[in-house]
């Protein structure tokens, strides 16, 4: 049986847009069919998104996408605004994003574990693995502990996700997580830089639960941290009202997709008559058929009046695939140029403020 150092040796590289001019490559995809057509096509409504200089692009990220290597990927975009807002589980933004700019790798396991051989040993270990990644649990708790640190250095008050995972940032930068400190770049010290708001809606279902559920045990009855994920969909709709063009960049489904999906409605509940969302790009590999969320297409969408089928475009497609092409060609066809951040987090904390 390999030991615990053995196994953890390669950790996984993030690839780099910018070093990829994909152009020629996804240009040619083009004249082809199936999925490389969807790709290109995809590719050229994103590099349309971001010249549209009324266009909101909001972010959706969904499945285990920074352990597969894609984080530089997201930090690219928003450092080069070509992202206004994120919206994710929590597991790509605590479990996998932040426990990597806290110094921690996620790690390529060898073919033999892809379908759950030696998984008994890798409990044994405290190895967690991710198809064919790995992740050492003993620095996950690291990262759960953290979350608890943060809570309890917090105002006992409802939060939105979007505030906490910025005070997640503001730790990052006081405790010298930073590149300019000799630490690493990551999704939320990059949002926390550029005022990109992340929401995480099902924030407990990831290490900050954890990190939260030792808080509020420690502190029963006594004033404590929450998350209140109806303040969420209120600062997303907020977006929507203050900015009626909007994008979204879809990797995956679930409950983000329909969290930034439902704003147009939300801000109809709100007495604002808000356009659909102009364009609509989903990666994804769900099946529409069995009904869930994952699968349900951009067509779907329009039928409750969420999304416009003008500009819509669904890749079936595993995203480690599709995205370097879709974001690489934006990227390198500098569709970003004239863009300026928005800095939507601004926004929201005076909405806060004035609330």
């Known amino acids: 049986m390999p030991t615990k150092k053995e196994l953890l040796n390669q950790p996984i590289r993030h690839i780099d847009i910018k070093q990829h001019n994909v152009v020629a490559l996804v240009d040619a995809?083009?004249?082809m069919a199936y999925?490389?057509?969807?790709?290109?096509?995809?590719?050229?409504?994103?590099?349309?998104?971001?010249?549209?200089?009324?266009?909101?692009?909001?972010?959706?990220?969904?499945?285990?996408?920074?352990s597969a290597g894609l984080q530089k990927i997201f930090v690219d975009l928003i450092r080069n605004n070509m992202v206004d807002a994120v919206v994710s589980t929590g597991a790509n933004i605590v479990d996998q994003d932040f426990f990597e700019a806290l110094g921690f790798n996620h790690y390529r396991a060898g073919d033999e574990y892809k379908y759950g051989a030696g998984d008994a040993e890798l409990r044994e270990l405290m190895i967690d693995r991710i198809y064919d990644t790995f992740i050492d649990e003993e620095e996950l708790r690291i990262c759960d502990e953290t979350t608890h640190q943060i809570a309890n250095s917090l105002?006992?008050?409802?939060?939105?996700s979007r505030e906490f995972i910025r005070e997640m940032g503001a730790y990052l930068v006081k405790n010298g997580k930073t590149p300019q400190a000799g630490g690493r770049d990551s999704i939320i010290l990059a949002a926390y830089e550029k005022n990109v708001p992340i929401f995480c809606p099902a924030f407990s279902d990831?290490?900050?639960?954890?990190?939260?559920?030792?808080?509020?045990?420690?502190?029963?009855?006594?004033?404590?941290?929450?998350?209140?994920?109806?303040?969420?969909?209120?600062?997303?709709?907020q977006l929507k009202i203050v900015n009626p063009t909007t994008g979204l960049l879809m990797i995956?489904?679930?409950?983000?997709?329909?969290?930034?999906?439902?704003?147009?409605?939300?801000?109809?509940?709100?007495?604002?008559?808000?356009?659909?969302?102009?364009y609509a790009i989903?990666?994804?590999?769900?099946?529409?058929?069995?009904?869930?969320?994952?699968?349900s297409?951009?067509?779907?969408?329009?039928?409750?009046?969420k999304v416009d089928l003008t500009y819509e475009q669904m890749v079936y497609s595993e995203a480690t695939l599709a995205l370097p092409l879709i974001a690489g060609y934006a990227f390198?066809?500098?569709?970003?140029?004239?863009r300026e951040g928005r800095q939507w987090a601004r926004h929201l904390d005076q909405v806060a403020v004035t609330a």
């Open 297 to 305: 297409t951009l067509k779907e969408a329009s039928s409750w009046g």
């Open 35 to 66: 999925s490389s057509r969807d790709t290109a096509r995809a590719a050229s409504l994103y590099e349309m998104m971001l010249r549209d200089q009324e266009c909101g692009v909001i972010l959706c990220l969904a499945g285990s996408l920074i």
């Open 282 to 295: 989903q990666i994804t590999v769900a099946d529409a058929r069995d009904g869930a969320l994952s699968g």
């Open 252 to 278: 995956g489904g679930g409950v983000p997709k329909n969290f930034a999906q439902d704003i147009v409605v939300a801000a109809d509940i709100l007495g604002v008559e808000a356009p659909m969302h102009k």
């Open 206 to 237: 990831c290490s900050a639960g954890f990190g939260l559920v030792a808080h509020q045990h420690a502190r029963q009855g006594k004033p404590m941290v929450s998350i209140d994920s109806a303040k969420d969909f209120y600062e997303l709709t």
């Open 29 to 31: 995809l083009q004249n």
């Open 155 to 160: 105002e006992p008050r409802p939060y939105s």
């Open 332 to 338: 390198h066809k500098n569709a970003q140029a004239a």
